[in-house]
């Protein structure tokens, strides 16, 4: 029997303070003029004191779970991708599980920074297909704002803090691309490009947790170029064209990269969910969070192709494609 991951229900939370563009302009030497123009960001949402990644993967986590019908009891696992954890250790997956009331099955964090949600996505679909689990939660989460340097102009206005979620259950299917669920994904890295988006500090360097440093220019190039070919990728493996995909949910990094990508694919700009106006980027929580928000407002609709990717430190980069 073939066994596909189905998505059962998405959701997603948003911390409650907002900061635009000309807030941050009152602190370092930028404008929203210059930040719109060169970004699409326009504000971003910033967790409270004391509000943690671990706070908002709940959030978004019960909402999940409430629009796909299941309950906490019923899942097997939970994979909770975050670059932002509230502790070294345990896995703030754990603490996610426990306040769920999910006492049985496994959880765990994984790390692949903005890929997060594709990598975490891709890992709990092949528990679910091999029978390791039946249903599982997987959840994007992040709180950039505690990991950025505020006086860096180039970099503190494009992160934002957020969490999306989506419960995937295996159920049968015949192994052909009319089948809803998780078609296919598809993972890469190459550690060559390790210095150019990452933090400066971990507890085996500095036993400090460090900044957000970026060389801007070439993660907007390796971008483009990448993630048009893991797009590509994914349609390949599914003999689809381009005009066959009814929605691209991209990583929400920069409205530039996004549009560049859309048009190497020939797609139309009402086929992208964009949300990085509003959110700016979340990292691993930027598909998901946009996912949800299509799902809500009636764009994306049951038996729909959604093609979901991104790129991220490390460099990671990889693809999705889920027929909801």
């Not at 019960?62 to 909770?80: C, F, N, Q, S, Y």
């Not at 790390?111 to 039946?134: D, E, K």
């Not at 599914?238 to 048009?263: F, S, Y």
């Amino acid at each position: 029997m073939i066994l596909r991951a189905r998505v059962l229900g998405c959701g997603s939370y948003l911390p409650s303070r907002i900061v635009t563009n000309d807030a941050l302009a009152q602190r370092v030497d930028t404008s929203d003029a210059w930040i719109v123009q060169r970004t699409g960001i326009r504000q971003r949402h910033v967790a409270a004191e004391g509000e943690h990644t671990s706070d908002l993967a709940e959030a978004a986590a019960r909402e999940a779970l409430e629009r796909a019908g299941v309950k906490p009891a019923e899942l097997d696992l939970i994979v909770l991708a975050t670059a932002t954890p509230d502790n070294t250790f345990p896995a703030t997956a754990t603490k996610v599980q426990a306040r769920l009331g999910m006492t049985g099955g496994f959880a765990f964090d994984l790390q692949a920074v903005c890929t997060g949600f594709v990598y975490a996505t891709a890992v709990a679909n092949n528990f679910l297909i091999a029978g390791q689990a039946r249903t599982a939660l997987v959840i994007g989460a992040e709180t950039f704002s505690r990991i950025l340097d505020w006086e860096d102009r180039a970099t503190c206005v494009l992160f934002g803090d957020g969490a999306g979620a989506m419960v995937l259950r295996a159920e049968p299917g015949t192994g052909t691309v009319a089948d809803r669920g998780v078609l296919s994904t598809h993972l890469h890295s190459d550690g060559r490009d390790y210095t150019k988006l990452y933090v400066d500090g971990g507890p085996s360097t500095t036993r400090t947790t460090g900044v957000l440093r970026m060389e801007g220019r070439e993660v907007f190039r390796s971008a483009v170029n990448r993630l048009a070919e893991v797009v590509a990728e994914a349609l390949a493996a599914n003999r689809l064209d381009p005009d066959q995909i009814d929605w691209l949910v991209p990583h929400q990094a920069n409205r530039r990269i996004i549009e560049a990508t859309a048009k190497k694919l020939n797609l139309s700009p009402d086929r992208v969910i964009m949300t990085v106006d509003r959110h700016a980027n979340t990292s691993a929580a930027s598909i998901p969070l946009a996912l949800a928000e299509g799902v809500r407002d009636g764009r994306i609709r049951d038996g729909q192709l959604v093609l979901m990717e991104a790129m991220g430190g490390g460099f990671t980069w990889g693809s999705a494609l889920v027929r909801m």
